[in-house]
């Protein structure tokens, strides 16, 4: 692994401070808040140690309730609702000063067989023949904010690939944007995440695919 893929999963690495409780670190991106995604990921890192490894995340609803301090730690206190036959759930709750930031609940169940479904690869151009955000930024670095400059011009951790558009570019967006995504540089594989505004996701893979390590994405908004 690259070192910011490694400093992500460090980050996303929760410290158990006592049962059901722990501590996740901070990083700050050059916002004036916490980046909400964080707390998520540490909340479902939080809620994953207290459940058996033979069960997975298939549920997720969150709540950000106040904005987070990017310069202090956040402690998740993970409740154990229930654990069924078949499902466990899991009530997370993060703190800053006392304070609750984001709570969740999440759901997880046994590896189980049921109905699959899929929707089409959309006809877009390959992720060899695109550049990544943080190349794009790159080119216009000297138009970006002092206080985001840096971080949108360093490596990360998901190579993330515009299919259309400039980074950036609010007029070059439209209501069905595109974009490939990887974990490692040149790892992607054939297979489309789509979501809307009402924050549903499917995760779905072109016929005879393995898992991706690398996705192409879109989104759909509208546009005001």
């Not at 004036?32 to 298939?58: C, E, I, K, P, Y």
């Not at 005879?208 to 390590?213: F, K, L, R």
């Amino acid at each position: 692994m690259s070192q910011v893929l490694d400093e992500l999963v460090s980050l996303l690495s929760m410290e158990p401070i006592e049962e059901d409780l722990f501590r996740g670190a901070s990083q700050d991106l050059g916002f004036r808040q916490m980046f909400g995604g964080q707390v998520l990921g540490q909340s479902l890192s939080a809620a994953s140690q207290t459940v058996g490894d033979g069960r997975l995340v298939h549920s997720l609803h969150g709540y950000f309730l106040r904005p987070g301090d990017a310069g202090l730690p956040v402690v998740y206190q993970v409740e154990r609702v229930r654990d069924g036959g078949s499902f466990s759930t899991r009530r997370v709750t993060a703190i800053q000063k006392g304070k609750t930031i984001f709570t969740c609940a999440a759901s997880f169940q046994g590896i189980e067989e049921g109905f699959h479904h899929q929707a089409q690869m959309p006809e877009v151009p390959g992720p060899e023949t695109l550049r990544s955000e943080t190349v794009l930024a790159r080119l216009v670095a000297d138009k970006l904010p002092e206080r985001l400059r840096e971080r949108a011009v360093h490596d990360k951790p998901i190579d993330i690939r515009p299919v259309s558009g400039t980074c950036g570019s609010v007029a070059a967006m439209t209501s069905r944007n595109a974009a490939y995504l990887a974990l490692e540089e040149n790892h992607f594989s054939p297979s489309i995440t789509q979501w809307s505004s009402s924050s549903r996701a499917e995760q779905v893979n072109s016929p005879g695919s393995a898992p991706p390590c690398g996705s192409v994405i879109e989104k759909h908004e509208t546009m005001s």
